[in-house]
Nanobody, 127 residues
């Protein structure tokens, strides 16, 4: 069982930065592909970024490429999402998610691939 707790959300002006953290409990973190998703008001939840077990491979949705960076610290059981040059359209609840142990990085943008989810953290970007 994996429990995920996000932190780091808040209110920021357009052009600003935030770093989200996701702390994972359990002993399988190094065997879990990790991802970030977001859900804006009135919209469906969408994929943002994913990272492989070692952190050597990362994937992003087109709208955040060059602005967001996903990383992980396996020693701390934590995955991060560094968000720079934030835009009002980045406003959403951001969710951390983990695949079951040993699941591959394939279909990293599919929500059904992720077994564990955090409670979400609100990010609001003002114009």
């Amino acid at each position: 069982q994996v429990q995920l707790v996000e932190s780091g959300g808040g209110l920021v002006q357009a052009g600003g930065s935030l770093r989200l953290s996701c702390a994972a409990s359990g002993r399988t973190f190094t065997r879990n592909v990790m991802g970030w998703f977001r859900q804006a008001p009135g919209k469906e939840r969408e994929f943002v970024a994913a990272i492989s077990l070692s952190g050597g491979s990362t994937y992003y949705t087109d709208s955040v490429k060059g602005r967001f960076t996903i990383s992980r610290d396996n020693a701390k059981n934590t995955v991060y999402l560094q968000m720079n040059s934030l835009k009002p359209e980045d406003t959403a609840v951001y969710y951390c998610a983990a695949k079951a142990p040993y699941y591959t990085i394939s279909d990293y943008d599919r929500q059904y691939e992720y077994k564990y989810w955090g409670q979400g953290t609100q990010v609001t970007v003002s114009s």
